[in-house]
């Protein structure tokens, strides 16, 4: 699916972004807007790493760029490996 073909389909506008249960980002096609806990908080802050990574999950969905709805632990599990693969190896 492509950009040209998600316009067509239901796919939600938004999505909110959680982090231990609490609200970490919102995020649309092109737009993240971070919560002003996680905004707050250094660059190469954990928690926040993982957020930034849980939207690139978000917004893919969102572009229709990947499949299916937006499932929390999903990304959870998509956003794990994304933070371990930007990781440098020991």
Do not use: W
Not at 17 to 44: H, I, W
Not at 46 to 63: M, Q, S, T
Request: aromatic share 4%; glycine share 6%; proline share 4%.
């Amino acid at each position: 699916m492509n950009r040209h073909t998600a316009k067509s389909l239901d796919l939600p506008t938004s999505i909110v972004v959680l982090v231990n249960g609490q609200v970490a980002a919102s995020c649309t096609v092109d737009r993240v807007f971070l919560a002003a806990a996680v905004e707050g908080l250094p660059s190469s802050h954990p928690r926040r790493d993982f957020a930034e990574a849980k939207c690139l999950v978000a917004g893919a969905i969102l572009r229709g760029d990947v499949e299916g709805a937006y499932d929390d632990e999903e990304a959870d599990e998509a956003a794990r490996l994304l933070v371990a693969s930007r990781m440098p190896r020991q």
